[in-house]
């Protein structure tokens, strides 16, 4: 399960989108839809990028109470997307009614992949405005054991926390890790980031890029750089 690179389409779009994959003749990689995407564009986008032949981590990082939830994740199942995601702030009960949801009546579901706190919530913000009195880290661990316990697949993450998720949840719970820079290219807005060979290396199971890929003069080549580097 796992090992392999996700292209956040971060596009505003469904012409931007479907332009961008155009681009790919010989593969069809995984992608990421998020919310400007998905709200924007309806869940057409979903079936159309299916139906293409792509896998689809649908993030929308479902937050609500579980019967909301529950009823929400089983029509994001009947999409037929292979991976999405909640907030694991939404306690045990939440995430376990989310699977029960998206559990199909053959059995099988996509991956449940949880947020535990956001890359843009800082420790201090967190423990004084949302009166978490705990280290981020130790919150971050904590959230990620919740979510292995409700039966979830694993956690979207730094790469920097992958290993030590791997140690607290076991090597089998899944690590899907943004964050993603080549050595040699521009660092934008992110800043804790690890190239794909770095990723490898510490175990993430899944890397999201986005913009070294989409941005990337050549997207393909970008594409088989990740792959290469992460994958291969
Ligand atoms: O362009 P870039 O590679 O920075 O894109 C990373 C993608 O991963 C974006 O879609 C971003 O919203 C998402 N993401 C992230 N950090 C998180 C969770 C999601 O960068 N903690």
Do not use: W
Not at 49 to 78: E, Q, W, Y
Not at 212 to 224: C, I, K, L, N
């Amino acid at each position: 399960m796992g090992k392999d690179v996700i292209i956040a389409c971060d596009f505003n779009s469904k012409a931007e989108v479907m332009e961008f994959l155009d681009k790919f003749k010989e593969e069809k990689p995984y992608v990421k839809i998020g919310m400007e995407l998905f709200y924007g564009a309806g869940p057409d986008i979903v079936r159309e990028i299916k139906a293409r032949g792509h896998k689809i981590f649908l993030d929308l990082k479902l937050c609500d109470i579980p019967n909301t939830v529950k009823k929400s994740m089983k029509v994001l199942s009947n999409l037929d997307v292979d991976m999405c995601n909640l907030h694991a702030f939404g306690t045990k009960a939440m995430m376990e009614a989310a699977i029960e949801g998206l559990t199909r009546d053959d059995g099988t579901r996509p991956l449940l992949i949880a947020v535990t706190q956001l890359t843009s919530t800082s420790e201090e913000r967190m423990q004084g405005e949302l009166l978490i009195n705990k280290p981020i880290d130790e919150v971050v661990m904590h959230y990620a054991k919740n979510a292995m316990e409700a039966g979830l697949d694993g956690v979207v993450c730094s790469p920097l926390e992958a290993g030590k998720v791997h140690t607290v949840c076991g090597e089998g719970f899944l690590t899907v890790t943004p964050g993603i820079r080549f050595a040699d290219s521009s660092v934008g807005d992110q800043v804790r980031i690890m190239t794909p060979a770095e990723a490898k290396k510490i175990g993430s199971d899944y890397i999201v890029v986005g913009r070294p890929v989409t941005q990337a003069e050549d997207p393909v080549a970008a594409y088989r750089r990740c792959v290469a580097e992460f994958v291969d």
